[in-house]
């Protein structure tokens, strides 16, 4: 089993920058895309970034390319989702999610989440 945290979340004025984390422990596995993932409310979970195992390969909803980064650290734990010029419509619960295989968009091809976090854009 693989455990997932995510961490980084808070409160940010229009314009701001938060840098969200995702820490994996439990069972190690190799080719393993990693994706966040955004839930707003009344809304359906949405695909916001996505990195291949390797890291050659990015995912960006249009939404937020060019505003947000996603990457790893070299020991392939961590996942980060640097976000810059937040808008009030970012306001979202946070996920990420990882499957084993290629970085795809469906939430529902992904195998393991944590249990979110928090942003809030403030207009």
């Known amino acids: 089993q693989v455990q997932l945290l995510e961490s980084g979340g808070g409160l940010v004025q229009a314009g701001g920058s938060l840098r969200l984390s995702c820490a994996a422990s439990g069972r190690t596995f190799s080719n393993s895309a990693m994706g966040w993932f955004r839930q707003g409310p009344g809304n359906d979970r949405e695909f916001v970034a996505g990195?291949?195992?390797?890291?050659?390969?990015?995912l960006y909803a249009d939404s937020v390319k060019d505003r947000f980064t996603i990457s790893r650290d070299n020991n392939k734990i961590t996942v980060y989702l640097e976000m810059n010029s937040l808008k009030p419509e970012d306001t979202a619960v946070y996920y990420c999610?990882?499957?084993?295989?290629?970085?795809?968009?469906?939430?529902?091809?992904?195998?393991?989440w944590g249990q979110g976090t928090q942003v809030t854009v403030s207009s």
């Open positions: 999610a990882a499957r084993v295989g290629l970085v795809v968009r469906q939430p529902n091809r992904y195998d393991y």
């Open positions: 990195l291949s195992w390797s890291g050659s390969r990015t």
